[in-house]
């Protein structure tokens, strides 16, 4: 294998290990524009990777096993949505809460499905597609035109999520709730409705992140197949300052640092493992920094992130 | 008088058994000016959010041109045609001032700068505003906002516009700009309900006067066949006495009690927020500090109080250095801050926790342990809440549901009870009524003449002027002069205020 074609692969690689993550940023980011912390992503995914799951085995139909999945992650955020904003509980107490709750259900799921296979029909239609003369391309063509649909609806659920909150009336009102709702309320926008929507949006990305992981990657049923990458997205949520856009670039590069890490450990080269899984944190880190001394009101997060909306609180 | 276009007929609201509004009930005309005036607490905020959708009437009906309404959301009453200017503005501050003006009512589904700034240019002409659309919320002063959130109330075509203390945050002159849109729009036929507890605007700028007074409606007066006096009267309950006394007490051949001695802070931009200020406060006299909002009074406040640190210079206590000690250190050698910020909650209390948590807050190392000596602490608020008046259902009620003047009482008073030696104190009637005010200032008198120096920022020239021994100007973060108030007028401080040093130019 020559060098390029070895360049092309590892970004092939980083950026399917993106994919998932990239949803979960998407649905974490609509979540948080309405100004809702959502601690739960990582039990989303799995809840939806566990459906998706049992769905793809038992129909055999892609499509209803990624409907299945979101759905399961917009359940999830469903009971998140109630808890919190017609209940007004405690974000951060009600998203860890499902996390631990998704991680029980999709356990419990999967000991159902522990002995099933993916099915031929489901594999196929989630494996790589060349796209005929793209797919020539050095580099690029390996790296986003030899991918699977996955992939390319990630990043086309971006690049609209980045359309819909900036240039839309929906995506205005949407940034008003998460700025200040009771500047929202007062315009006549309907709070409530508009935060259910977008958690519920969120929860079902977080869905078809996860099931991305359970189908599209393995064949068999593995718990906890997440493996923290909602967690990961949590973290990257602030990587990208609350850009869809951004969150493509977000995703894909820890997907590359990932790939790295393995990459580094084929070659022997003498660094712990541990410290290249730290990477992506670092780079986190340093970002939070940034945005913290660069105090540039646009990439700061919501305002009123976190806090329970009530109309007549005096 | 012709048929009311609203009809408030019975309306009773409470939170938490506390009556805010109590079988109220007024009427307005279309092309009328109706002022609704009342002390703090007195329930006219709660009133008018009714009317705006923003709360629901515990009983009573809302009608408007004839029709009854009921409104369960803002959204109710913007389609009924009422517009509100909140007191706290209702703006989203990363955002345009167009992105402002048309959320919530957007035709199209996109949103495009030039259709929406468009919009914004036309209702500049049409009203006389002047509305950068294109402009952060960040980025613009008090007045610009008010302008912003009264043109969103245009924009969406309201006939009816409540005004929640517009002029409380606004210069002489932006007041006037501010009453000139109002008789335009009165003109055009809009109903305009005002709410203030200026007596000299209710005054010039309405038809009629609606007064509350604990949530009760005690009358409404055409405002051509009423005095001030009766207002002030109906408000209160009872008759005032206008004036601030002030007796000398204080020894200036003494050594002063606090000396600043050329503080100079930079802040993260590199601009310089206070220049080489230098002055003496001596016990038992009140020095006054006049100057626009901004001028540096916070951070000289927060130098003092040792919150911040100064870049250069020094302050001396008692013939002591107290530079560089900690807020603590600084608390027990007598020295109280009692800021009240434009928010009345951002700093000096947890508006979370209840009045007694509040008020053993900066006690709570007195007494020995670890524990909470409860007992001490409950009766301390106890008296704190006789001593000030404070208008609360119990000790243990969180101090953000209090109203303004409650609040501020309670701050007050806990600085007041530690006895300090210097009391600084930033608007501490901001938002009051006028009895609270009076009370406000009367204790501060008490504590000057135990001998307490009072360093008093304040907003209201008049009140600084009746109060301080000494009156100190700043424009710019540097002192313009430490003058007599009896021997400047207030145009002279007015001036001052602005960077000019009259002194100076009347002695050449």
Wanted: aromatic content about 8%.
């Amino acid at each position: 294998m020559d060098i390029i074609e070895q360049i092309g692969l590892f970004l092939q690689s980083a950026v399917q290990t993106g994919t998932p993550i990239l949803f979960a940023i998407v649905g974490g980011i609509l979540c948080e524009k309405v100004g809702h912390m959502n601690l739960g992503v990582e039990g989303m995914m799995l809840m939806g990777a566990a459906l998706g799951f049992t769905v793809a085995c038992a129909t055999g139909n892609p499509l209803l096993a990624m409907l299945a999945a979101g759905g399961a992650g917009a359940a999830g955020a469903l009971i998140y949505a109630f808890i919190t904003v017609t209940l007004r509980g405690n974000q951060v107490v009600t998203g860890l809460v499902l996390t631990i709750f998704g991680t029980g259900v999709s356990g419990l799921i999967g000991s159902f499905v522990s002995d099933k296979q993916i099915p031929q029909t489901v594999r196929e239609a989630f494996s790589p597609m060349e796209i005929p003369l793209l797919s020539d391309i050095p580099i690029l063509g390996d790296a986003l035109f030899s991918q699977d649909i996955y992939v390319w609806l990630g990043l086309i659920i971006a690049i609209l999520a980045y359309f819909y909150l900036n240039k839309t009336k929906l995506g205005l009102y949407v940034r008003a709730i998460g700025e200040n709702p009771g500047a929202a309320d007062a315009s006549g926008i309907n709070v409530t409705m508009h935060k259910y929507i977008n958690i519920l949006i969120g929860g079902f990305l977080c869905g078809l992140g996860g099931a991305y992981l359970s189908t599209a990657f393995l064949t068999t049923w593995q718990d906890n197949v997440t493996a923290g990458a909602g967690w990961i997205a949590v973290a990257l949520i602030i990587f990208s300052t609350w850009n869809p856009l951004k969150a493509i670039f977000a995703a894909y590069l820890f997907g590359m640092l990932r790939g790295l890490n393995y990459k580094m450990q084929g070659w022997e080269i003498q660094i712990p493992s541990q410290l290249l899984t730290m990477l992506p944190y670092i780079a986190t880190i340093v970002v939070l920094i940034f945005i913290a001394m660069r105090k540039k009101k646009e990439n700061q997060p919501p305002k009123a992130l976190g806090e329970s909306y009530f109309r007549e609180e005096r | 008088m012709s048929q009311p276009y609203i009809t408030l007929n019975n309306i009773t609201k409470s939170f938490d058994s506390v009556y805010a509004n109590k079988d109220i009930s007024i009427d307005v005309c279309k092309g009328e000016i109706l002022a609704l005036l009342g002390e703090n607490g007195s329930g006219k905020s709660t009133l008018v959010n009714m009317l705006s959708g923003i709360y629901k009437p515990d009983s009573g009906t809302i009608t408007i041109d004839g029709k009854e309404m009921s409104f369960s959301s803002p959204a109710d009453a913007i389609k009924a045609g009422i517009g509100m200017v909140h007191q706290h503005f209702k703006l989203v501050d990363v955002m345009t001032a167009s992105e402002n003006i048309v959320l919530g009512h957007i035709k199209h589904l996109t949103t495009s700068k030039k259709r929406m700034a468009h919009h914004v240019e036309k209702l500049n002409k049409k009203y006389g505003l002047n509305v950068e659309p294109d402009k952060k919320i960040y980025n613009m002063s008090v007045s610009e906002k008010q302008a912003v959130e009264i043109m969103k109330v245009f924009y969406r075509g309201a006939n009816v516009l409540i005004l929640d203390e517009p002029t409380a945050v606004l210069t002489p002159q932006e007041i006037t700009a501010l009453f000139d849109i109002l008789r335009k729009m009165k003109q055009q036929g809009c109903t305009i309900i005002i709410i203030t507890h200026k007596m000299a605007e209710v005054m010039e700028i309405s038809d009629r006067v609606t007064v509350l007074r604990k949530g009760e409606c005690i009358g409404t007066v055409k405002t051509s066949e009423t005095t001030p006096q009766q207002l002030t009267e109906m408000m209160v309950g009872k008759a005032v006495e206008l004036e601030i006394e002030r007796p000398k007490c204080c020894d200036y051949t003494s050594k002063p009690l606090l000396t600043v001695n050329s503080i100079t802070k930079t802040n993260t931009d590199g601009v310089n927020v206070l220049n080489n200020v230098s002055f003496n406060l001596y016990g038992g006299e009140i020095l006054g500090v006049a100057g626009i909002a901004g001028s540096g009074q916070k951070e000289l406040c927060e130098i003092i109080a040792g919150l911040v640190k100064a870049t250069t210079g020094s302050i001396t206590f008692d013939g002591e250095v107290i530079t560089g000690l900690s807020p603590r250190a600084i608390i027990k050698k007598g020295i109280s801050m009692s800021f009240v910020p434009e928010d009345r909650l951002g700093m000096g209390l947890v508006s979370g926790m209840s009045i007694t948590n509040n008020v053993i807050l900066k006690s709570y190392n007195r007494n020995p342990g670890p524990f909470i000596d409860s007992k001490f602490a409950k009766k301390l608020a106890e008296q704190i809440v006789n001593d000030f008046n404070i208008y609360t259902p119990s000790v243990n009620y969180t101090v953000k549901k209090l109203s303004g003047g409650n609040i501020q009482k309670v701050l007050l008073g806990r600085e007041i009870w530690l006895s300090p030696k210097v009391l600084i104190t930033a608007y501490p009637v901001r938002g009051l009524d006028i009895g609270a005010s009076y009370n406000i200032y009367h204790l501060l008198n008490e504590q000057k003449k135990k001998g307490v120096a009072v360093l008093f920022i304040g907003e209201d020239l008049d009140v600084l002027k009746s109060i301080s021994d000494r009156l100190m100007v700043i424009h710019d973060g540097e002192i313009v002069d430490i003058v007599d108030p009896d021997s400047v007028t207030k145009e002279d401080i007015g001036l001052m205020m602005v960077g000019e040093h009259i002194r100076k130019e009347s002695a050449q």
